[in-house]
């Protein structure tokens, strides 16, 4: 048995290619650093901008609260004025038709 080699010569008809030049490597590099820049300057002005976002919130929420402060204190004021004796004790007189009782209908308990 024989074997046939079939020679095509293909290693000799290729095209060898030595190093690169500078000047075929350098417009690919300044591509290449421009992106970079670019994608920090992208990168940069997002956190600025997430940033100034957050502070507008901060100051939305100290409003918001100063602001429920003040409404708490000012219920706070209109409790105590609805639970004053004296305005209880005007409306059951006026309104509800009560009288005070005497001494006789008080009957004081001992324990």
Known sequence: ???????????????????????????????????LVLLSVFCFLWVRIYIIDIGYRISETLEAGKALQEENRQLRIARASLIAPARIENIAKAELHMVEPDTAQVITLKW
Not at 19 to 28: A, G, H, N, T, W
């Open 1 to 35: 048995m024989t074997e046939r080699f079939i020679h095509t010569n293909y290693l000799a008809r290729q095209k060898v290619r030595g190093p690169k030049s500078r000047e075929e490597v350098l417009p690919l590099g300044v591509v290449v650093m421009g992106l």
